[in-house]
């Protein structure tokens, strides 16, 4: 029987935008673009929309120099390998790995990301709220899906997005391939949202992920979307819930930042095969 034991992993999700968690306190993990590849893998590997690395800021080369030394860090990776800014589904199942964990105390705790700290609260009925910092609109864009074109406005969510506001059936959408966007406007490409507003203050939305594909949820997206159909409602502040294929979250949108809200699941935890990640 074998003794040795690969890295620990730990795999979670928000409303179905799952991810790999890989502990990796001192970044001694050799996190290649190909090894996030495989772990994301439905097939050959465990299956995930990203990787979460949990380091400590002061142990990854490449943190953000406002990001205090001893912050929790979110590594994140999409499935393709790509480094992103920000993950706002992804930031809340981090923290509830870490107070899962033991590492922080329940309440509220910072955590590092490329788009800086975001203060994240583990709230009593379970729910994981983060302060995504203000979203901002940098510009009005199109693209098309289905044949058919769909008008935009770009949002700073930290990483990039394209929110389409419309009254398209989005279960008829063929998200198979992905939705065109202007090179100029998203010189880094973008995350394409897909929103339809339904009755009252709650919004559909469907999503091609940069680097990822369509997934069943994206925090950031559905804050880029919050920010769309309110602008659509001539608001620039304001509530929205936000259903997606993986669920139901909700954005408050104030003058100075935004917040998203919803449910962070730990599924299960083990380690890796030592030969599969040395191959990987
Ligand atoms: N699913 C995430 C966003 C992940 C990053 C995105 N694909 C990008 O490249 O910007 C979320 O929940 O926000």
Not at 99 to 127: H, K, S, W
Not at 144 to 151: H, L
Not at 163 to 187: G, I, K, M, Y
């Amino acid at each position: 029987m074998r003794t040795s034991q690969g890295p620990e992993f730990i795999k979670g999700h928000g409303t179905q935008n799952d991810f790999v968690i890989l502990p990796d306190p001192d970044g001694a993990l050799e996190l290649t673009d190909e090894r996030v590849r495989a772990l994301c893998d439905r097939r050959r590997g465990l299956g995930a929309d990203g990787v979460l690395r949990v380091v400590r800021a002061g142990a990854l080369p490449d943190a953000p120099a406002d990001v205090p030394a001893d912050v929790w860090f979110m590594d994140y990776r999409n499935a393709d390998g790509s480094i992103a800014e920000m993950c706002g589904n992804g930031v809340r199942v981090f923290a509830r790995y870490l107070a899962d964990a033991g590492l922080v105390t329940a309440g509220e705790l910072p955590v590092g990301t490329r788009a800086g700290v975001r203060p994240v609260r583990i709230r009593e009925d379970g729910q994981v709220t983060v302060d995504m910092g203000a979203a901002k609109i940098f510009g009005e864009s199109t693209t098309s899906a289905s044949g058919r074109t769909f008008s935009g406005v770009a949002v700073d969510v930290g990483n990039p997005h394209l929110a389409c506001v419309s009254d398209a059936e989005l279960e008829d959408l063929d998200l198979e391939t992905r939705p065109p966007h202007d090179p100029d406007l998203f010189p880094n490409g973008a995350n394409v949202e897909f929103v339809r507003p339904l009755d009252g203050d709650h919004v559909q939305m469907r999503v091609y992920e940069r680097g990822v594909g369509e997934t069943r949820s994206c925090g950031t997206g559905t804050v880029a979307a919050a920010v769309a159909a309110l602008r659509a409602a001539g608001a620039d502040t304001g509530r929205r819930v936000v259903h997606v294929p993986g669920g139901i979250v909700e954005v408050e949108v104030t003058p100075t930042t935004a917040t998203l809200t919803g449910p962070a699941v730990l599924v299960a935890r083990g380690h890796l095969d030592p030969d599969w990640w040395q191959n990987a």
